[in-house]
């Protein structure tokens, strides 16, 4: 219906701008029809409208949820050239989609340029890049990403967390883990069900049975007791 009503413009002589084609763009994001918002994108330069942030935005995030990670890296390539600077926006979705793609390296080199193009990562940022270290087993990166955190002034939460256990986890590094898992607590970051799944797969893994179930054992007292001391410091 978003591409017909635009089809209709020019027969109402109305002249789209790059509003109607961004929310037009957005409808195909949200519907995944990430070739269709590629297209739009190809229009609006032939009909001479300059795209902007959220243009970009709207179709890098609709190539993303598609798997496209190629895609979104040729036009994030592409906006300097259209005179467009990412954004928080744009630089996560960029760095989500080279996540899912288990494309760490481009992952990190993404996050190395932000402070270039003057964007300030997030925990989001730094999450979905410890996740792409995470799925390609490269656990020392991981837990470097996580080190350099309170130096760019980032606060992990449990994502962030669950992320480098996981991968401490595929590689049988059960210290490391456990270790993760007490600065948590020290942080007053609330340890999930992935995060005690996590750590227990990482002991397991280190044949450390034994401390597995310990920790199965302290999972459920563990977390309530933490979000009681976290409630109390709030108040």
Same mark, same amino acid.
């Given at each position: 219906?978003?591409?017909?009503?635009?089809?209709?413009?020019?027969?109402?002589?109305?002249?789209?701008?790059? &509003?109607?084609?961004?929310?037009?763009?957005?409808?195909?994001?949200?519907?995944?029809?990430?070739q269709?918002?590629?297209?739009?994108?190809?229009?609006?330069?032939?009909?001479?409208?300059?795209?902007?942030?959220? *243009?970009?935005n709207?179709?890098? /995030?609709?190539?993303?949820?598609?798997?496209?990670?190629?895609? #979104?890296?040729?036009?994030?390539?592409?906006?300097?050239?259209?005179? #467009?600077?990412?954004?928080?926006? *744009?630089?996560n979705?960029?760095?989500?989609?080279?996540? %899912?793609?288990?494309?760490?390296?481009?992952?990190?080199?993404?996050?190395?340029?932000?402070?270039? =193009?003057r964007? @300030?990562? %997030?925990?989001?940022?730094?999450?979905?890049? &410890?996740?792409?270290c995470e %799925?390609?087993?490269?656990?020392?990166?991981?837990? $470097?990403?996580?080190?350099?955190?309170?130096?760019?002034?980032?606060?992990?939460? !449990?994502? *962030?967390?669950?992320? =480098? &256990?996981? =991968?401490?986890?595929?590689?049988?590094?059960?210290?490391?883990?456990?270790?993760?898992?007490?600065?948590?607590? !020290?942080?007053?970051?609330?340890? $999930?069900?992935?995060?005690? /799944?996590? =750590?227990?797969?990482?002991?397991?893994?280190?044949?450390?049975?034994?401390?597995?179930? /310990?920790?199965?054992?302290?999972?459920?007292?563990? /977390?309530?007791?933490l979000?009681?001391? @976290?409630?109390?410091?709030?108040?």
């Amino acid at each position: 219906m978003a591409l017909n009503l635009l089809s209709m413009m020019p027969e109402a002589r109305v002249v789209p701008n790059e &509003i109607t084609y961004n929310a037009a763009i957005s409808a195909c994001e949200k519907s995944g029809q990430w070739q269709m918002a590629l297209n739009l994108l190809i229009l609006m330069h032939e009909a001479r409208v300059v795209p902007n942030e959220v *243009t970009y935005n709207a179709a890098i /995030s609709s190539c993303s949820k598609a798997g496209q990670w190629q895609m #979104v890296l040729n036009l994030f390539s592409l906006m300097p050239e259209a005179r #467009v600077v990412p954004n928080e926006i *744009t630089c996560n979705a960029a760095i989500s989609s080279c996540e %899912k793609a288990g494309q760490w390296q481009m992952a990190l080199s993404l996050l190395s340029l932000m402070p270039e =193009a003057r964007v @300030v990562p %997030k925990e989001i940022t730094y999450s979905a890049a &410890i996740s792409a270290c995470e %799925k390609s087993g490269q656990w020392q990166m991981a837990l $470097n990403l996580l080190s350099l955190m309170p130096e760019a002034k980032v606060v992990p939460n !449990e994502i *962030t967390y669950n992320a =480098a &256990i996981s =991968a401490c986890e595929k590689a049988g590094e059960w210290q490391m883990a456990l270790n993760l898992l007490s600065l948590m607590h !020290e942080a007053m970051v609330v340890p $999930n069900e992935i995060t005690y /799944s996590a =750590a227990i797969g990482a002991c397991e893994q280190g044949g450390q049975c034994a401390v597995a179930v /310990s920790l199965l054992g302290k999972q459920s007292v563990g /977390s309530l007791n933490l979000r009681v001391a @976290v409630r109390q410091q709030n108040v």
